[in-house]
């Protein structure tokens, strides 16, 4: 689907000479060409066997609204566990954009293909090439800064390899696939600045076609800090393109604009008298209702931090801003896709407007922050989304389309010192060897979750290869959230379970070679959540359910991006008062095992539970209909660095 690791690394060496002899704009036609090619290459695929699809980590069903009842069960079938319609919820999906693109456009057995279906696009890229992301995290009695992982970084700067080409580079295929979901009568916003707008503004002239642009949007957003050596900027670009200018949804906004009186005597405005001033001899104002929006916005001031929609999330756009697209070109019951959606200010927007949307961030805590604006803002229940086998999907970017899970699983075994054991005794090719130690070691399929039964296989052969193992160490992708809790049950000290560093195969990928990544791949390990049920009762109109966290024990702080200083402070707040690091809980009170259905939650900065900014509640009361027998209840919790865990608890009973 992607180009081939060695067709990459060709593309970008040949850029690199290219800008040492021609201009950016002598390289526009080879980028553009490249994207167009790749982003050929992706359509291809989905009619496939190994298309991108959307897992659903969570359905959230915001209960800022007390009265659950009747929306937890509409989210079920009548045998109440089937999900109802989950094709037509809204949608906040994590992962690459240009993953989550191939997979809407993909569809899959629950939800149709969305090519065609689009009516409006909104997208903020970053652009500032200066920008320092780093993410601060405040704990109680602490500050902690940590700068973003690789994949964040590549979402939140543009400071790439080869700069404004790399830019380029990476925006071109993603342009064709948005084009490719927009409707014939849909529309693109693209919000840019000077840094790269001029740039970009050629590239959407060849992807959407020049005769399909139909204004440069100045969204004037007020004075910046003075400058002696130039004017202020005080103001961004949006371009905006139609997919097909004959069939455009276009509805033309107006506004109503405020302006004062300035003279004491009354004024005739607009056919009517109005009094210039009141009784104290204050200026009125007087509304000039009918005015259409131009190409000039210079109403929508910039998000401030004394604004209630103030997140202090650094790109944060205002919600007018977006409304004003919404109001022009998303009709009513239309769909908006943003997919650089950061704080979420197009889910919220378009929540408040009564459309569909779709949205997604590579960065965790763009998601995090959106889930809980929605939350909020007690928007309709929506999804929760992640890439499915998103490793898979990078290893084929890297290693290319033929690339098997053996390959990957030799890579791994190779980065953590291990030597793969004979084929005899290793058919699928994930199982190695500590060199001069009884040391077993199993490299797990990045297309699967590392499950209990993943650990109770290598427990047993530890136990039976080659006569056996004293020990077995399991270096794993991605975990069921479960698994923390698995490893404290098994209690198993001849069982070592570690994590591989996500940004694996993109540290491969700009080394080049696994030798050189050899002895600085640092495998860290898990995180768990424990949790208890402390009651279950009848009540007049149903069941009142009470779960208590208990302890949160981050196992992995290795893995995290911090200095000393920083990890001293952060083992300070985990010896002291570990449930401090919990961002965000929720609760689903009857899980099937497959959907997880939050009809309880609380993050930090929901003040209306307990005034704490800084802390979750940790007792969730819970109030759901009856149901005759046991429940399994599952609580899930991500903590402030974006690690998610949970417990599920079988056999709860009512206690009279």
């Not at 929306?71 to 809204?90: E, H, I, V």
């Not at 970084?153 to 380029?168: K, R």
């Not at 990078?394 to 890579?411: K, N, P």
């Not at 056996?468 to 001849?494: C, H, P, Q, Y």
């Amino acid at each position: 689907m992607l180009l081939p690791w060695s067709a990459q690394r060709l593309h970008l060496v040949s850029l690199l000479v290219l800008s040492m002899s021609k201009s950016l704009l002598d390289q526009l036609p080879s980028i553009v060409a490249a994207g167009k090619r790749q982003a050929a290459e992706i359509l291809e695929s989905l009619e496939g066997r190994n298309r991108v699809t959307l897992q659903t980590r969570e359905l959230v069903i915001p209960s800022k609204d007390t009265a659950m009842a009747d929306l937890f069960r509409a989210t079920r079938d009548d045998q109440g566990s089937a999900p109802a319609s989950l094709d037509q919820m809204n949608r906040l999906i994590y992962g690459d954009n240009l993953l989550a693109m191939a997979a809407l456009l993909a569809g899959d057995d629950t939800t149709p293909s969305l090519r065609g279906k689009v009516n409006l696009i909104y997208i903020d890229p970053p652009f500032d090439s200066k920008a320092d992301y780093r993410t601060k995290v405040t704990l109680p009695d602490a500050t902690i800064n940590k700068q973003p992982n690789v994949l964040e970084q590549f979402a939140y700067s543009d400071t790439w390899a080869d700069g404004t080409a790399s830019y380029l580079t990476m925006l071109v295929p993603r342009l064709v696939l948005m084009r490719e979901l927009l409707a014939n009568s849909g529309s693109i916003y693209v919000h840019i600045d000077w840094h790269v707008g001029h740039y970009v503004k050629i590239v959407l002239d060849e992807v959407f076609g020049r005769d399909n642009f139909q204004n440069e949007i100045i969204w004037s957003y007020g004075k910046m800090a003075r400058s002696t050596q130039r004017f202020m900027s005080n103001h961004d670009v949006l371009y905006l393109f139609a997919k097909n200018r004959e069939q455009v949804y276009f509805d033309v906004p107006r506004v109503t604009l405020e302006r004062p009186i300035r003279r004491l005597a009354r004024e005739m405005v607009d056919g009517v008298l109005k009094n210039a001033r009141d009784s104290q001899g204050n200026v009125k104002y007087v509304d000039v209702t009918d005015r259409q929006v131009d190409d000039n916005w210079s109403d929508i001031p910039r998000v401030m931090p004394a604004s209630s929609e103030y997140l202090a999330y650094g790109t944060q756009k205002p919600a007018a801003l977006v409304e004003r697209m919404i109001a022009a070109s998303c009709p009513p019951g239309g769909i908006i896709a943003d997919f650089f959606v950061g704080s979420g200010t197009t889910a919220a927007a378009a929540e408040k407007a009564g459309r569909r949307w779709i949205v997604s961030d590579i960065g965790k805590p763009a998601i995090m922050i959106s889930r809980k604006r929605l939350i909020d803002q007690d928007a309709k229940p929506f999804l929760y989304q992640a890439i499915g086998d998103y490793h898979v999907e990078q290893a084929r970017s890297t290693l290319g389309r033929r690339f098997r899970i053996g390959d990957l699983a030799r890579v791994v075994l190779h980065l953590y010192g291990a030597v793969p054991l004979p084929p005899e005794e290793n058919a699928s090719g994930n199982l190695g060897q500590i060199p001069g130690h009884k040391i077993l070691v199993m490299a797990d399929s990045p297309s699967r979750l590392t499950t209990a039964s993943t650990l109770r296989r290598a427990q047993q052969q530890r136990d039976t290869l080659m006569g056996g193992f004293d020990k077995v160490v399991v270096l794993g992708w991605n975990f069921a959230a479960s698994i923390g809790e698995d490893i404290t049950a098994m209690n198993d000290e001849r069982l070592e379970v570690l994590v591989i560093p996500p940004d694996l195969l993109d540290r491969l990928k700009k080394k080049g070679d696994i030798n050189k990544l050899a002895g600085t791949i640092r495998f860290s390990s898990l995180q768990y959540l424990q949790a208890h049920v402390a009651s279950r009762k009848t009540i007049s109109d149903g069941e009142e359910i009470r779960v208590v966290l208990d302890n949160y024990v981050l196992l992995s702080p290795e893995a995290i991006n911090l200095d000393e200083s920083n990890r001293a402070a952060l083992q300070k707040v985990m010896n002291v008062e570990p449930l401090a690091l919990i961002e965000y809980w929720a609760v689903d009170p009857d899980y099937d095992g497959e959907i997880f259905r939050s009809v309880w939650q609380d993050y930090r900065g929901n003040t209306e539970n307990d005034g704490d900014p800084l802390r979750v509640i940790t007792e969730a009361v819970v109030r759901v209909p009856s149901r005759e027998g046991p429940r399994r209840i599952c609580v899930r919790a991500v903590d402030v660095f974006g690690f998610e865990s949970e417990v599920v608890i079988d056999g709860v009973e009512v206690i009279a």
